[in-house]
């Protein structure tokens, strides 16, 4: 249990004596500028309105350009599926034709999948894992930002080939022969191969970012087993990013290579082996369900025991199931396969290893209901959601483990009850856990809640549209209606449940008009003044970032904190009495840190969005005309020039923005954080060397 201690003061700044140091005034600006400035090299200087956003390496600002990014493709990828049920409205459709129908389900799965879910999972990474462990930003800010643009770039890359000759139309699994010039013999192959080239290392980008944030820049007493949930299960998320995308880049470049330079790595006629790309996509496919799933599961594991007033049930059970889950997803890959013809022997081991990874699963869903068991439940809307997650998910879950039954799995392959499953999985499971986060989040990063009164018609609406739209697809499914067929016969008997499942997907569309009207409407009260600050904890929350203002400050914590127990900011609220009954002793708006600090922080760069315009231009010359591939190279080599002359910090570049009065000012060392606490010290080299309050070394 933590022993509560006053509040510390907020600390001077360095001394300003000695050599290399210089006095920071007021206003966060350095009474000289020694910095080297270098003509085109120099930082962006005062950057303010729309150019704050464009330049920024703030971990926070990046984490809200990638929800904003990621609610547009999925404003995008609606639309896409809307086409779609329009046309599976009545038998024989022709609304659409059937080959623009064959690039709208490819295109809807690539979006949702790669440019919403992902997105998504990366907003609230790169906003909450810093600010989870007590750093001041990740660990290397510009490539922080480089991820984030070469995402942008690669996403607006891949959905061009609407205007170039039509999109992808392969499936967003693209299989071969599928994907072969002989059966998509436009471009849109061509860009999906590249697009996700390109959003691919904006991914590995942000994995090893992160992996080097979590690890090595933990607050004092933060050991492995006192991280928050939702830190932990990113943390697994980016080790299964880092192996897993390197196998889908070398399918994807073998795929360019087919199409580009007449290779034959998937021309069975040539000798090449025809499961070879499903074996490589599904290798990286299946971690990626759990890409997917997994930070959804961070997410509920920390709003239920909020709103339910308890701490979560089992912790380390939690955290080690969610690993395992990661562990054991490599072995389960060829369940998507059974019907390929792979033989019987494989096909036995994948159904026992598809069984086995339901337990871990399974025991996080017993560890969340005993959560709220006996809790003092608050239903707010990120509570409903989070409880929403935990049903729909199980539901999926349930018919994930039939597809581990091969006969099951043989009879229900390529029918619409594949689709209600991983459906019930993806967006009741991993969409409903980001909306938790969404609404629960909201405060801590703009300063005020979202209406909860459009939340909650958010809320009952999605759910009831989700639920019309693919409950009656394991009905469908199961009577024989067959995936990513245009059109239906008169006789088939799948037109009542169709109707359903289309007047379904309107419930989602109005479900999602009213949180972008919730969104803006909150918006435009809060700037006019009409509606209240959130404080800096609304929820009575638990972990760290509640111990700060909202919004969040530039530099996130004035002092670097100081923990000794999981929930640790729980514990500097409530302590056992005599009875050993909690008690409340303080209240979390009252001592949180105050945010009136400016330590060093990196600057501004041009150079992240300029890297990562070459890539795009990569791609145009390798479907059109090497020349632009060229162009886009030297791009690409000049802009790393300009990085590595760019200067390490420059004094005019913003608000809080000096000199930390040590020798190393690299904004790619740690985020510039250094320790104004009185439990640690700089050693002067960049190196954080931070004690707990009884002398020890802090680590794990």
């Given at each position: 249990m933590a022993i509560i201690t006053d509040q510390p003061e907020s600390p001077d700044l360095p001394d300003s004596s000695g050599p290399g140091t210089e006095l920071e005034v007021a206003d966060g600006t350095s009474d000289h500028d020694d910095s080297p400035r270098t003509g085109v090299f120099a930082r962006p200087t005062h950057a303010t309105g729309w150019r704050e956003w464009l330049f920024t390496v703030d971990h926070k600002k990046i984490g809200i350009m990638y929800g904003a990014l990621a609610l547009f493709w999925f404003l995008i990828g609606g639309l896409e599926i809307g086409l779609v049920r329009l046309q599976l409205w009545a038998p024989d459709g022709e609304v659409i034709s059937a080959d623009f129908y064959n690039q709208l389900f490819t295109m809807h799965g690539v979006t949702m999948v790669f440019l919403v879910i992902m997105p998504l999972a990366n907003a609230f990474a790169n906003y909450l894992v810093p600010l989870q462990i007590g750093a001041r930003d990740v660990a290397f800010p510009r490539m922080n930002a480089l991820g984030l643009w070469i995402f942008f770039f690669g996403g607006i890359f891949l959905n061009l080939s609407w205007f170039l000759g039509g999109g992808a139309d392969g499936g967003w699994f693209a299989y071969a022969p599928n994907t072969g010039m002989a059966y998509s013999p436009g471009h849109g192959m061509d860009f999906y191969a590249l697009g996700l080239q390109i959003a691919g290392i904006a991914s590995l980008l942000g994995a090893i970012n992160l992996l080097v944030t979590i690890i090595n820049m933990r607050c004092p007493g933060m050991s492995l087993l006192r991280m928050p949930v939702f830190t932990w299960m990113i943390l697994v998320v980016q080790f299964l990013l880092v192996f897993a995308l390197p196998v889908i880049t070398v399918a994807l470049i073998l795929l360019t290579f087919d199409r580009t330079f007449d290779a034959n790595f998937f021309n069975v006629d040539a000798g090449a082996d025809a499961l070879l790309w499903q074996h490589l996509f599904w290798i990286f496919g299946h971690p990626e369900v759990y890409i997917l799933i997994l930070p959804a599961f961070g997410v509920v594991s920390e709003t239920l025991p909020v709103f339910s007033r308890k701490p979560l049930f089992g912790y380390p059970i939690v955290v080690l199931s969610g690993a395992a889950i990661g562990f054991m997803g490599w072995g389960v890959w060829a369940h998507h396969m059974f019907?390929?013809?792979?033989?019987?022997?494989?096909?036995?081991?994948?159904?026992?290893?598809?069984?086995?990874?339901?337990?871990?699963?399974?025991?996080?869903?017993?560890?969340?209901?005993?959560?709220?068991?006996?809790?003092?439940?608050?239903?707010?809307?990120?509570?409903?959601?989070?409880?929403?997650?935990?049903?729909?998910?199980?539901?999926?879950?349930?018919?994930?483990?039939?597809?581990?039954?091969?006969?099951?799995?043989?009879?229900?392959?390529?029918?619409?009850?594949?689709?209600?499953?991983?459906?019930?999985?993806?967006?009741?499971?991993?969409?409903?856990?980001?909306?938790?986060?969404?609404?629960?989040?909201?405060?801590?990063?703009?300063?005020?809640?979202?209406?909860?009164?459009?939340?909650?018609?958010?809320?009952?609406?999605?759910?009831?549209?989700?639920?019309?739209?693919?409950?009656?697809?394991?009905?469908?499914?199961?009577?024989?209606?067959?995936?990513?067929?245009?059109?239906?016969?008169?006789?088939?008997?799948?037109?009542?449940?169709?109707?359903?499942?289309?007047?379904?997907?309107?419930?989602?569309?109005?479900?999602?008009?009213?949180?972008?009207?919730?969104?803006?409407?909150?918006?435009?009260?809060?700037?006019?003044?009409?509606?209240?600050?959130?404080?800096?904890?609304?929820?009575?929350?638990?972990?760290?970032?509640?111990?700060?203002?909202?919004?969040?400050?530039?530099?996130?914590?004035?002092?670097?904190?100081?923990?000794?127990?999981?929930?640790?900011?729980?514990?500097?609220?409530?302590?056992?009495?005599?009875?050993?009954?909690?008690?409340?002793?303080?209240?979390?708006?009252?001592?949180?840190?105050?945010?009136?600090?400016?330590?060093?922080?990196?600057?501004?760069?041009?150079?992240?969005?300029?890297?990562?315009?070459?890539?795009?231009?990569?791609?145009?010359?390798?479907?059109?005309?090497?020349?632009?591939?060229?162009i886009g190279l030297l791009l690409l080599v000049g802009s790393m020039f300009g990085w590595t002359l760019e200067p390490a910090t420059d004094p005019d570049a913003g608000h809080g923005h000096g000199h930390d009065g040590h020798g190393d000012h690299d904004d790619d060392h740690g985020g510039g954080q250094h320790d104004d606490s009185p439990d640690g010290h700089d050693d002067g080299n960049g190196v954080l060397t931070a004690s707990t309050p009884n002398g020890e070394a802090a680590g794990d």
């Open positions: 019907t390929s013809g792979m033989g019987p022997v494989s096909v036995a081991a994948f159904s026992a290893t598809t069984m086995f990874i339901a337990v871990p699963t399974g025991v996080k869903i017993l560890n969340w209901i005993a959560t709220m068991w006996a809790g003092k439940v608050r239903f707010t809307v990120p509570m409903m959601f989070s409880v929403s997650l935990v049903a729909m998910f199980t539901i999926g879950g349930l018919s994930g483990v039939m597809h581990a039954i091969a006969p099951a799995d043989t009879q229900q392959t390529d029918t619409y009850f594949i689709v209600a499953h991983f459906h019930y999985v993806l967006v009741g499971g991993a969409l409903m856990g980001m909306f938790a986060g969404m609404y629960y989040w909201w405060p801590k990063a703009f300063g005020y809640h979202l209406n909860e009164r459009l939340g909650r018609w958010h809320f009952w609406l999605m759910l009831l549209g989700f639920n019309v739209t693919f409950g009656p697809m394991h009905i469908v499914g199961l009577q024989g209606m067959a995936r990513r067929h245009s059109v239906y016969g008169e006789f088939d008997g799948f037109e009542f449940w169709n109707k359903i499942a289309t007047i379904g997907y309107f419930f989602m569309l109005i479900a999602m008009v009213i949180l972008a009207v919730n969104i803006f409407r909150t918006w435009g009260r809060h700037r006019r003044g009409l509606e209240p600050g959130a404080g800096a904890d609304p929820w009575d929350g638990r972990t760290l970032e509640w111990a700060i203002p909202s919004p969040v400050p530039e530099h996130n914590f004035d002092y670097v904190p100081v923990v000794s127990d999981v929930d640790d900011f729980w514990h500097k609220k409530y302590q056992p009495d005599e009875t050993g009954k909690l008690r409340r002793i303080a209240y979390g708006n009252d001592i949180a840190q105050i945010g009136d600090q400016h330590p060093h922080l990196p600057s501004p760069s041009y150079w992240p969005i300029v890297l990562a315009m070459g890539m795009p231009l990569i791609g145009f010359g390798l479907i059109y005309n090497l020349w632009i591939a060229g």
